[in-house]
């Protein structure tokens, strides 16, 4: 059973930094050419390329912090029916308890709000203990001096095994099967 959580917890933390990071520097770039286009369409040199380097590094974190949300959103769906060491997740219809083939966003959303606010909440642990971890054994005075968006890409990837481990034992209409 381990070896399914690891599997499955290795394809979804792939998928979610992989389109993470594509989706945020496609709106990273959309708001840097917006910005250029609306500014001024000058002939591009050295200035104005540092510039828009400038302004799509700007960018990158704050989209990459809402990508983060869309791609855990978009992400949960492929949990579900993909054979991993002989088990599987099973998305089960609430009124008649039958598994779902076809899953749709709309069926996901009570199961992804149990599973974001347990990662929520795992996350928000491992960033106390990071504090404490941080006060006792390093200079750092505060949070903010080392914290950033990719360490708590970090937090909700580690949180995300955890999350996947206990998240048939807190939804009902998530079920493991062998397959």
Not at 143 to 170: A, C, D, K, M, Q
């Amino acid at each position: 059973m381990g070896g399914f959580f690891l599997r499955l917890w290795l394809r979804w933390s792939l998928g979610v930094v992989f389109f993470s990071l594509f989706f945020a520097s496609i709106i990273s770039s959309t708001i840097t050419f917006y910005l250029y286009l609306i500014n001024s369409v000058d002939t591009i040199n050295k200035e104005i390329l540092s510039a828009l380097t400038d302004i799509a590094i700007f960018w990158f974190p704050i989209s990459f912090s809402f990508s983060i949300l869309i791609t855990l959103f978009l992400s949960i769906k492929y949990l579900f029916n993909r054979c991993y060491n002989n088990y599987r997740f099973e998305l089960l219809e609430c009124s008649t308890k039958e598994s779902i083939k076809d899953i749709s966003y709309r069926d996901l959303i009570k199961v992804w709000r149990k599973y974001l606010s347990t990662i929520i909440w795992l996350s928000s642990s491992m960033l106390i203990i990071a504090l404490i971890f941080t006060n006792l054994f390093t200079t750092y005075k505060t949070l903010f001096e080392w914290f950033n968006i990719y360490y708590l890409l970090l937090f909700i990837l580690l949180s995300g095994y955890f999350s996947l481990v206990i998240l048939s034992s807190r939804s009902k209409q998530v079920k493991i099967s062998k397959c």
